[in-house]
């Protein structure tokens, strides 16, 4: 029981979390100066304490609750999360990274445009998956919660 309560919510918060990441970043990109873009992107990087935490608990309670053989919603998601880990792996922490390190150094030439682009579409695309396994999820649980009368 304690499985079905924690996935979800672990799902939720590294969902927020990537959200609140893209929208921090859009809106200071059009709307903020240097210091502000620097604020933004080291504030992403303290976050990743808390997203990557989040992501880990909702893929271990994800395959545990889905046990050893995954069928329907729950083979779907679990095709899912490779594509959303690596992409976190490979794109996002490190251009989370890259792009602190290059707004601390106040250098926001094409570098730094090019490794935001990346940011934002590897971002976009795991908003977009995880937004699947959500629904997939609730699909999976609708039964539970409203039992069909016979």
Known sequence: MMLRRLHPIAGAIGFLTIA??????????????????????????WGLLV?????????????RLAGPVATGFAAAKRRRMPLIAANGIIL???SAV???????????GATFLVLQAVELLAG???LALM??????????????RHPKEA
Not at 33 to 45: E, M, N, R, W, Y
Not at 98 to 106: E, I, N, T
Not at 131 to 143: A, K, Y
């Open 20 to 45: 609140t990441f893209w929208t921090s970043t859009v809106l200071v990109e059009i709307f903020g100066d240097a210091a502000a873009i620097l604020t933004v992107k080291t504030a992403i990087l």
């Open 51 to 63: 997203l990557i935490p989040a992501l880990a608990t909702t893929g271990a309670t994800g395959f």
């Open 92 to 94: 996002l922490v490190p």
């Open 98 to 108: 890259c792009l602190q390190q290059l707004a601390a150094a106040g250098d926001f």
């Open 124 to 126: 976009a695309a795991n």
């Open 131 to 144: 937004g699947l396994n959500m629904r997939d999820g609730l699909r999976m649980t609708r039964h539970r």
